[in-house]
């Protein structure tokens, strides 16, 4: 009858085991739900960027360069114009009188030149004949000559009245948008001084965009495969400007102030779309790499730097210290840090710690 007993303290044992594994497993963490992925190399471009202001492809200061009273403007501000378009007129009675007398005085001297001729023939045959002598007929071919001289001095003179009366026409010497205009109608104007200056003329198709470069980043430009690299601007709105451009200038010196070099691009500006003085970003594109990207939301900040979190092995979370490069739209290109297979935790970031278990499942 002794059977009895060690079966009920076999039961009461079984039972005790039995409770002590379901509470340690109702003890143990919970594995966290977490999407990841598997990274690896992939292409990225090459960019460097830098922040850029446009200007002008040509910008000139049209001056008056006769003095006189301005008349008319023949533009409306802030308009378009082409090569060659008056722009302003200044008085021309003042230049037409000018005109007429240096013509008249031109007139006078090739009349004197035609009787220095004659004198010099007619005394010319006198001298062979030796009615006078050789010095009369010296005399004479030096008028003449002197006559000469003093003709291409008056057309000389005519030809400096027709510029002056030309200039009181002033045209746009090159295509372009108008500024304000400097003089008001009915003002004295001169070739120098403030008063020469009636307004300025900006050519915005093509425009140009000048930014700086690092020395770093100018001699990683230089070593790079791309022998004409694109540029591309994003606009104080983010927005991206429609058309891409091509350096058209790098300087060849350093700024010892900076430490940077100076660059210009062209951009096709048909519409006006961008204007001189606009701040923009430019990035140079400059081919293609093999690099590894993360989310930008995967990478942490530390005291100690950033890092991510990676799913290990034994399926727990591990920290990993990275350095981060610069960003490729919503990535983050990782230098050193990562290998490619490595799984990366995408989410739930915040509730994890190192040796949290995690469920994985894939992203996207």
């Known amino acids: 009858m002794k059977i009895f007993p060690i079966l009920l303290a076999l039961t009461v044992v079984a039972c005790t085991e039995g409770d002590a594994k379901q509470e340690k497993a109702a003890n143990a963490p919970q594995a966290l739900p977490v999407s990841t ?18 200007e002008g492809s040509r910008e000139v200061q049209v001056r008056a360069r006769v003095s006189g009273i301005l008349e008319r403007q023949l533009y409306n501000e802030g308009d378009a114009v082409k090569a060659g ?12 009188i000018e005109l007429q007398q240096a013509r008249g005085a031109a007139a006078q001297e090739v009349a004197r030149q035609e009787l220095a001729q004659q004198e010099l023939e007619r005394l010319k045959g006198l ?19 002197q006559s000469a001289a003093a003709v291409q001095v008056a057309q000389a003179r005519v030809r400096q009245a027709e510029l002056n009366l030309s200039y009181t026409s002033v045209d746009a010497p090159i295509g372009g948008i108008t500024g304000r205009a400097q003089q008001s109608i009915g003002s004295l104007v001169s070739p120098s001084g403030d008063a020469a200056i009636l307004t300025t003329l900006t050519r915005a198709d ?61 951009f096709a500006n048909p519409r006006v779309e961008l204007l001189p003085g606009q701040y923009v970003k430019a990035r140079v594109l400059a081919g293609t790499r093999q690099a590894i990207v993360v989310p930008q939301g995967a990478v942490m900040d530390s005291q100690g730097g950033r890092y991510v979190w990676i799913a290990g092995p034994d399926g727990k979370a591990v920290q990993r ?11 983050w290109v990782v230098l050193e840090g990562l290998k490619p297979g490595d799984t990366v935790i995408v989410d739930n970031l915040v509730r994890l710690r190192p040796g949290t278990p995690v469920q994985v499942k894939k992203a996207g």
Request: hydrophobic residues 45%; negative net charge; without cysteine.
């Open 37 to 54: 992925i598997d990274v690896a190399p992939r292409a990225v471009p090459i960019a460097f960027e830098a922040v850029g202001r446009s």
């Open 85 to 96: 378009q008056p722009l302003f007129r200044i008085e021309r009675a003042p230049f037409e």
């Open 127 to 145: 001298a062979d004949r030796r009615a006078i002598s050789q010095k009369e007929a010296d005399q004479a071919a030096s008028a003449l000559r």
């Open 206 to 266: 093509p425009i140009w965009v000048r930014f700086a470069l690092s020395e770093t980043e100018f001699a990683r430009l230089r070593s790079s495969e791309e022998k004409d690299p694109a540029v591309e601007l994003e606009m104080a709105d983010g927005a991206v400007y429609k058309a891409r451009g091509k350096l058209n200038f790098s300087g060849s010196t350093v700024d010892a102030a900076t430490g940077t070099v100076q660059m210009r691009a062209e």
């Open 321 to 331: 210290p990275i350095r981060a490069g610069e960003w490729v739209g919503a990535d």
